[in-house]
């Protein structure tokens, strides 16, 4: 069969493609952020507000990926050997925002962070009360600091394509910002990790 151009295009035409700048991000607080406000110098946020922010400061994120674990077994007792599956790995996710200028969002995934395990302390060097404090070095549950991240790609007509539904969803890392003179133009960036227990695919199946 000789290969046809017009056939080609008619494929691509009538099945479109997805692109990966159309998509935006979920992410409900965990229960111990959840109601409550991210206190930056005496100004008073609600977390809710700062993670419907993120819909909108995303700038990168993956969808996620899936490693399937594998033995060598050697089918007869001898000879050459097989794969057979006996587990699967999920692979943690980076995503990236671009930071508000009051530094909300950095406070979000900070507090965030120290919530799951207590490794900061806080200083207090305006107004009256207690000049510091230090960390306890102490674990939360998990069911108290994870939570379901939602990920919506669309086609190029604003079509919902695809959600992705990241559950027991925790921050793993936040890395260190660089900071610079020379950097005039450049918005400042955050890098944080995802760890998750499973993933769904809403609609997804075979029937």
Same mark, same amino acid.
């Given at each position: 069969?000789?290969?046809?151009?017009?056939?080609?295009?008619?494929?691509?035409?009538? $099945?479109?493609?997805?692109?990966?700048?159309?998509?935006?991000?979920?992410?409900?607080?965990?229960?111990?952020?959840?109601?409550?406000?991210?206190?930056?110098?005496?100004?008073?946020?609600?977390?809710?507000?700062?993670?419907?922010?993120?819909?909108?400061?995303?700038?990168?994120?993956?969808?996620?990926?899936?490693?399937?674990?594998?033995?060598?077994?050697?089918?007869?007792?001898?000879?050459?050997?097989?794969?057979?599956?006996?587990?699967?790995? $999920?692979?943690?996710?980076?995503?990236?925002?671009?930071?508000?200028?009051?530094?909300?969002?950095?406070?979000?995934?900070?507090?965030?962070?120290?919530?799951?395990?207590?490794?900061?302390?806080?200083?207090?060097?305006?107004?009256?009360?207690?000049?510091?404090?230090?960390?306890?070095?102490?674990?939360?549950?998990?069911?108290?600091?994870?939570?379901?991240?939602?990920?919506?790609?669309?086609?190029?007509?604003?079509?919902?394509?695809?959600?992705?539904?990241?559950?027991?969803?925790?921050?793993?890392?936040?890395?260190?910002?660089?900071?610079?003179?020379?950097?005039?133009?450049?918005?400042?960036?955050?890098?944080?990790?995802?760890?998750?227990?499973?993933?769904?695919?809403?609609?997804?199946?075979?029937?």
């Amino acid at each position: 069969m000789s290969f046809n151009i017009d056939t080609f295009k008619t494929r691509f035409e009538d $099945l479109g493609l997805l692109q990966t700048n159309k998509f935006e991000m979920l992410i409900t607080p965990p229960p111990f952020l959840g109601g409550r406000s991210i206190n930056n110098n005496g100004v008073l946020t609600p977390t809710y507000q700062i993670s419907d922010s993120f819909r909108f400061r995303v700038e990168t994120a993956r969808i996620p990926g899936m490693h399937l674990m594998f033995a060598d077994n050697q089918r007869y007792g001898v000879g050459p050997t097989q794969k057979e599956p006996f587990s699967a790995q $999920l692979t943690e996710l980076p995503f990236s925002f671009i930071v508000d200028k009051y530094g909300d969002l950095w406070q979000f995934w900070h507090n965030w962070v120290n919530g799951i395990f207590k490794h900061s302390g806080s200083s207090n060097s305006q107004g009256a009360g207690p000049s510091n404090s230090v960390p306890s070095y102490k674990a939360k549950y998990k069911d108290d600091f994870s939570t379901n991240v939602q990920i919506f790609v669309y086609s190029n007509d604003g079509g919902l394509s695809l959600i992705i539904n990241l559950l027991q969803a925790f921050p793993t890392a936040i890395t260190e910002i660089p900071l610079s003179w020379a950097e005039i133009s450049q918005p400042m960036r955050l890098s944080v990790s995802l760890s998750y227990s499973e993933y769904t695919v809403e609609g997804a199946g075979v029937s």
